[in-house]
């Protein structure tokens, strides 16, 4: 149980051009999904927090035109890369809050790795 | 604000020993303290959670400390296989419905 997909998981694009990353609770209902970055060699850094309904809250120092994120669903929550240019690079990874008996636990997707050309 | 140290980047014991990770944390007082394995491109795949009331979890060949005293959480790896080399991260949170803060995570190697 606790399965997160994501979609692409890797994907090359144009610089100026947008990409949309797709993050899915498969056996799950997540009111609350996160979306991190990760450089090499580095910790996960929050982006963005996204309640199902209501706007993310996006962490200080991250755009958030440029880093679109729609939560649809309980299932689905979306972040959109706009007009990327070579420095968004990176690691994106999406993870999905399920409340258990420990307190509500993050499980992360696979990642998708975006390179900008 | 909150720092989270994981005692070194890189950690290498031979297989069938104990692997010990440290986590650190200041500025903090985390109600959950979790540890996350990561594998190179992928993301991280939660391992066990432990609560500030609870002193020790164990499952399987995992076991983890939680000392709020020394603000340090140990993460144990007994009888250590190759398959259990990867990047092991420590996240703390500070309530119910929190965010997470992570550490930078320390890449363990275990050799034959």
């Known amino acids: 149980g606790a399965v997160v997909s994501q979609h692409p998981s890797r994907v090359i694009c144009k610089s100026g051009t947008s990409v949309k990353i797709e993050c899915r609770s498969l056996d799950f209902q997540a009111t609350t999904m996160f979306w991190y970055r990760q450089f090499p060699k580095k910790s996960l850094m929050l982006m963005a927090t996204?309640?199902?309904?209501?706007?993310?809250?996006?962490e200080q120092g991250v755009e958030k035109d440029k880093f679109l994120i729609n939560h649809a669903s309980l299932t689905l929550s979306t972040l959109t890369v706009t007009s990327a240019h070579p420095e968004d690079s990176s690691f994106y990874i999406c993870?999905?809050?399920?409340?258990?008996?420990?307190?509500?636990?993050?499980?992360f997707g696979p990642g998708t790795r975006l390179t900008v050309l | 604000s909150q720092k989270i140290e994981q005692n070194s980047e890189a950690l290498n014991i031979q297989e069938g020993k104990t692997a010990t990770l440290t986590c650190n944390y200041t500025n903090y007082s985390p109600a959950y303290l979790q540890w996350y394995r990561q594998d190179p491109g992928r993301g991280p795949v939660f391992l066990l959670l432990i609560r500030e009331n609870e002193k020790e979890k164990r499952k399987e060949r995992l076991k983890v400390t939680f000392d709020t005293t020394l603000k340090q959480s140990l993460f144990h790896i007994t009888a250590s296989q190759p398959a259990d080399s990867a990047t092991y991260l420590c996240?703390?949170?500070?309530?119910?419905?929190?965010?997470?803060?992570f550490g930078r995570g320390t890449q363990l190697t275990v050799w034959p």
């Open positions: 996204s309640n199902e309904g209501s706007k993310a809250t996006y």
């Open positions: 996240a703390l949170r500070g309530s119910t419905l929190g965010r997470l803060y």
């Open positions: 993870s999905a809050s399920l409340l258990g008996e420990g307190g509500d636990t993050q499980y």
